[in-house]
């Protein structure tokens, strides 16, 4: 199990890096690199209201499944 972040809350995408998943081992260290690397939506009045609706995004538990398809090639 580990900790990923979603930027709307009502989805279950997380946040990519690339092809990477932006993964953690713990709640704590996804709160600090959201503080770090999204902070800046809380002084963004403008992306809060209407059309927008942005909030700070929030660290979601994330199981990952790595399966071998029948080509021998992993998703």
């Keep these: 199990m580990r ?4 930027l709307m809350h009502n989805q279950k995408e997380i946040v990519w890096m ?4 932006v993964l953690f081992f713990t709640r ?10 999204f902070g800046w939506f809380k002084t963004r009045k403008d992306l809060k209201a209407p ?8 660290p ?3 199981s990952i ?4 398809t ?3 090639n992993l998703s």
């Design 28 to 37: 704590a260290e996804a709160r600090i690199y959201i503080r770090e690397h």
């Design 65 to 68: 499944t790595i399966m071998e």
């Design 3 to 6: 900790w990923g972040i979603t």
């Design 70 to 72: 029948e080509d021998g």
């Design 18 to 21: 690339g092809l990477h998943p």
């Design 51 to 58: 059309p927008h609706n942005w909030r700070m995004p929030k």
């Design 60 to 62: 979601v538990k994330v």
